[in-house]
């Protein structure tokens, strides 16, 4: 059974960094697209970061590009957010994502089978 937890999450205050880690098991990740993906109360999700199966070319969002950094350790089956300057726009439920699929790089979420079940990231001003 594949499994996708996140950890990292919690309060912190504006300014301020958190890292995410996501870890996956049941199956390895290294040649598949990771996503994080966010969720803010009454928002549509987003594609925060996504590292895909290069790791040459990862993909920001325009409000996270600077501040946020995805990484993986294929070894560890781990995929990382590290988030730095958060400001309270940040909060929200932030998702782990992988494709199902190798060797693809995609922006579209009904192409990412496996999810975790979030953590949340909470930025007070």
């Known amino acids: 059974q594949v499994q996708l937890v996140e950890s990292g999450g919690g309060l912190v205050q504006a300014g301020g960094s958190l890292r995410l880690s996501c870890a996956a098991s049941?199956?390895?990740?290294?040649?598949?697209?990771m996503a994080w993906v966010r969720q803010a109360p009454g928002k549509e999700r987003e594609f925060v970061a996504i590292?895909?199966?290069?790791?040459?070319?990862?993909h920001y969002a325009d409000s996270v590009k600077g501040r946020f950094t995805i990484s993986r350790v294929n070894a560890k089956n781990t995929v990382y957010l590290h988030m730095n300057s958060l400001q309270p726009e940040d909060t929200a439920v932030y998702y782990c994502?992988?494709?199902?699929?190798?060797?693809?790089?995609?922006?579209?979420?009904?192409?990412?089978?496996?999810w975790g079940q979030g953590t949340h990231v909470t930025v007070s001003s």
């Open positions: 994502a992988a494709d199902a699929n190798v060797y693809t790089s995609t922006r579209s979420f009904a192409d990412y089978e496996y």
């Open positions: 049941g199956r390895t990740f290294s040649r598949n697209a």
């Open positions: 590292t895909d199966w290069s790791v040459d070319t990862p």
